[in-house]
């Protein structure tokens, strides 16, 4: 499992056919893929029923890691939107067992709407 305790997550959306591409074969029949993000070599998707954290681990990068976060897990969150001189939005969630996760979303993107989508699966 990732070590999210870690510090943060820098992340730049990438579309949601390459987030299904990633973790299709994983979903459930009535979940899909409602925001997609990457890092160098990791990936984070949002479903309408979990987060999955994508670890791309060792050289060649055959092993990966796929831990499942179910909003029903999460307490509490948090997003904040982006400045004029940070440009970054950030997305902060606090999981039972786990604590708080901080991601950080580069580039543009809609805080405000992936605020409003995930509210009516967490809440």
Known sequence: MIDFKNGWFKLAPISKAEGEMT????????????EAFKSVRDKLIFTNKRIIAVNVQGVTGKKVDYTSLPYSRIQAFS????????????L????????????????SFD??????????YIL
Do not use: H, Q
């Open 23 to 34: 973790v299709g074969p994983m979903l459930l029949d009535d979940e899909e893929v409602i």
């Open 79 to 90: 997003v904040e939107t982006a400045g004029v001189f940070d440009r970054d939005c950030e």
């Open 92 to 107: 902060e969630v606090y999981i039972s067992s786990i604590g708080r996760i901080k991601f950080e979303l580069r580039g």
């Open 111 to 120: 805080i405000r709407a992936f605020n409003k989508a995930i509210s009516k």
